[in-house]
């Protein structure tokens, strides 16, 4: 079966600083990885996905993720934090299993940015 | 606009009594979700369905029931039984695949008294 870990509940970050949220993923067969984002009662956003075309994947406001198989590995960066950026980042694996395709969520990382 | 839709955004409920929370999508997704959010758990899967007239138990479906009658919607039930319904529901929708994203409505925040 498929999991994600995220190492850290809440992290911390200066205005301008980079952003680092840590995924690790477990799959027996090559996986599809995804990053949400969820601002305060509001439902989750698609921030990129990686789908085994390029590992190094460019989402919106400023986001990226790198795959790397031999750490399995997803880890979210953005080299300049903004006010804008807080709020709670998911990671989410998907692998094919014959028509019952499950969308597995980590627990979560709540971002604080300090001004 | 294209989007999911769910209804209502707050809702309290009684203990002992049933609700249906509604999820409509004009997406022309084929697969349906519902997710439940906690605090510190992330989201889990309640029920998901890959096409009309047929879905599946996720990891916690224990005091839920679903049905899928149309494309565009799924409703979900919770029922008495759901010992602890308290929660935020979310409801996703996606093309079924594995490399496709799901996309999601805004929740639904139920609350027992």
Known sequence: AQ???QLGSHVSVSEGALVLLRCNYSSSVPPYLFWYVQYPNQGLQLLLKYTSAATLVKGINGFEAEFKKSETSFHLTKPSAHMSDAAEYF????VSNFGN???TFGTGTRLTIIP | DGGITQSPKY???KEGQNVTLSCEQNLNHDAMYWY????GQ????IYY?????????GDIAEGYSVSREKKESFPLTV???QKNPTAFYLCASGQGREDTEAFFGQGTRLTVV
């Open chain 1, 3 to 5: 999991s994600v870990t």
């Open chain 1, 91 to 94: 990671c989410a694996v998907r």
């Open chain 1, 101 to 103: 395709e499950k969308l």
């Open chain 2, 11 to 13: 809702l309290f409920r």
């Open chain 2, 36 to 39: 439940r959010q906690d605090p």
């Open chain 2, 42 to 45: 992330g989201l889990r899967l």
């Open chain 2, 49 to 57: 369905s890959q096409i009309v007239n047929d879905f599946q138990k």
């Open chain 2, 79 to 81: 029922t008495s039984a």
